[in-house]
């Protein structure tokens, strides 16, 4: 696979992670329906903003981090990627301990029953909010190991100011030095 094939598959996978832990923070993980102590029906259902209150504001540095990845170079890009693994792991481990956390937060919202615990039958969003962990994870990991090797952005995004870079042809040699400028400084 080339370097820029590698690049651009592990920069879709970093959004495509970050965008699925995003839709699954929202979605419903558990509903159960139950009577009440008063006989009454009471329909309780829990989403992933109320299980895993991290998840979404992890998809959303997980963007952030996508875009910086193809802003960086070199040790800031292996920094990225370090970051993104680890931002990956918190999006495994609050999403298996909100999964594990549904029943509680049923019983929470529906009040008025007896039992201390529901289970309601598993959505697959927490599922998927693991997969998209470990899919950032190893995003991560591959930025930091081979991302500094990848393509920057070109000079023209470098900041105002920044020297230009000298070319290693004879002729740019001799028009810089036409210029007034020492082309080995």
């Keep these: 696979m080339s370097s820029s094939r ?22 419903v993980w558990g509903e159960v329906t139950v009577r009440s102590a008063a006989g009454s029906r009471v329909h309780a259902q829990v989403t992933g903003h109320d ?17 910086f990845v193809l802003a960086s170079r070199g040790w800031l890009r292996r920094l ?21 956390d549904i029943g509680a937060a049923l019983a929470d919202k529906a009040f008025g029953v007896q039992s201390g615990t529901l289970h ?37 995004y470098d900041a105002p100011g920044a020297p230009p870079a000298v070319a290693d042809d004879d002729a740019s040699r001799w028009a810089a030095l036409d210029r007034g400028e020492d082309p080995t400084a």
Excluded: D
């Design 120 to 156: 309601s039958p598993m959505t697959v969003w927490p599922w998927l909010a693991v997969l998209a962990g470990l899919l950032a994870v190893a995003c991560g990991v591959l930025t930091a190991l081979i991302g500094p090797r990848w393509s920057g952005l070109g000079r023209r």
């Design 51 to 67: 299980v895993a209150g991290a998840l979404a504001p992890c998809a959303a540095a997980l963007f952030a981090l996508a875009l």
């Design 6 to 27: 590698a690049f651009v598959t592990t920069l879709g996978c970093w959004v495509l992670a970050a965008a699925v832990a995003l839709v699954a923070a929202g979605r």
């Design 80 to 100: 990225t990627g370090a970051l993104g693994a680890l931002l990956g792991v918190v999006i495994v481990v609050t999403a298996l301990a909100g999964r594990g």
